[in-house]
């Protein structure tokens, strides 16, 4: 493929999306797809058939849209008019309504405080995002090359390859500050740049890998990103193989991700069928090419040496890091691996510049990529949230307005206790760093972490020692085992809390917990285990007077805990309807019909049953 006929084909996909009034943008994520878009789209191609209007509105299943609460959604383009929570039933009235009477469906838009809001960009949910790595992200199918190439795509490979040495690209990257969106937040500049060294002092020829393999509890970021536009990411994985001298990539992606793997070997096919990938890319003597990896889902392949000893057919170990990935990594070669989110933002700095890229977020605009965070952070959000969905933010926004103005804050009524950052390794941080801005440096010195971006937020109904027992429980699955602190830590922290938890907890528990998670950070052998205690640590910095109450008074403040609390029946709000006795899975109540019941505290199993089926309140928990 030729510069020309790269913007041939651009012109004709924008020819070909302008020859119709509307296009019907419909969410075909993960989340839209459980509740049956894929229905939607077939059902509107049917209705619009059926009333000779094919010609006349284009429907586009597009990836994620974001708003995940509100799905399925559509949006109808040009004017951004939004509708949400839709079902095949809502197709008829839409195409009548508006596509052919021009007036948006009412009941099917989005409301904020009882108000319809028929425009996307005027939805809270959307008003402080900033879409960088998810720029195209419900403008595009991401099954068709055609939609890539007509915002753009490619076009800065072109640049890039006809018109920049690979130093001058490191150097922009560099330039930009962008820090790995991974976890780690080691600069990608830095790195590729070492990666360089490495090839000149060993002459072995590099590797550039993709790493797919998030495995966060509730995190959904480079998943939603691959199913949007993987496109960007392949583009983005060119641009670094030219950089570094690569002519093979990877993308380690884990099995649970059908739809994203899907997509991605679909965008792969159609890249080599342009002459995008494989020999003399666009006709300038670069050869790439991209196979994919599919992992198994262990949690700790998503460490950079261990993703690649099991790329390798071994167990999915990390190593001791004075063994660097970018001097000896898959395959012994030097390796850069970046995830997702990081090489889809390398073809926007390369078409915008990197004092544009540095200029977003907190960064250093003078090229510092060690100073500050610059750009944006994609977050999913999750837990006692009203809005869920993928959100994409300035770097140094607040977790304030992530989770009040973007989120929609905590529904039900219920108050705002603790937001989790970072995935099961991050801190848990209270009410009082809400105005905290979000970036690597601050995050880490908070006691959590930016992690790969998962966040969940918690209501004032949780309890703390068993959000730290949860975390402590999931990565002790997901342990290797290789090293003896993280192995043995995991499973003596675990031990500690389920004492606590089952009103047995000790004095000195709380310091013994300390003591623990202060030599898992110093002496594990990856950062698994160098962080796996950050769950505990911050819950006790920031909610000890919650393990104290489990320790000294055998109470629960969240009343979660089965071994502190105990069910009663109000005898003055008990009607006798006995549904409470017949529902108990232990027949721990008794009562005759219309008198009050009573539950015998020594059979009861604390299971809440009794709360769930009672009509009249008069179960009460304490």
Known sequence: MTIQKLRQMQQMALDE???YSAALMICTGTACVANRSFDLVEEMRRELAE??????????????????????????QPGGVFYEKLTAKDIPEIIETHLQGGEPVERLLHHHEGVAVPRMEDIPFFGKQKLLALRHKGMINPEKIEDYFRLGGYQALHAVL??????DVIREVIRSGIRGRGGGGFPAGVKWSSCVEAVEKTGQPPYVICNADEGDPGAFMDRSIIEADPHCVIEGMLIGAFAVGAAEGFVYIRKEYPLALKRLMTALDQAREQGLLGGNILETGFDFDITVHRGAGAFVCGESSALMASMSGNPGEPRAKYVRSVERGYRDRPTVLNNVETWANIPLIMEKGAGWFASIGTGDVSGNPWNGSSGTKVFSLVGDISNIGLVEVPMGITLREIIHDIGGGIPDGREFKAVQTGGPSGGVLPADRLDLPVDFDTLAEAGSMMGSGGMVVMDDETCMVQVAKYFV????????????????GLVALGTVLERIIGGEGRQGDIELMQEYGRSMSESSLCALGQTAANPVLSTIEYFREEYEEHIGKGKCRALKCKALIEYLIIPDNCTGCTLCA?????????????EPHVIDREKCIRCGVCREVCNYSAVEVR
């Open 17 to 19: 999306y302008g020859s």
């Open 51 to 76: 009333r000779g209007l094919s010609g006349e509105f284009l429907v586009v299943p597009t990836g994620c849209n974001g708003f995940c609460a509100q799905g399925p959604i559509m949006v109808v």
């Open 162 to 167: 006809t018109g920049m040495e690979p130093e």
């Open 473 to 488: 429980d999931f990565l002790k699955d997901e342990s290797c085992g290789k090293c003896t602190p993280c192995r043995e």
């Open 582 to 594: 017949r529902n108990c899975p232990v027949d721990a109540i008794t009562g005759s019909p219309k």
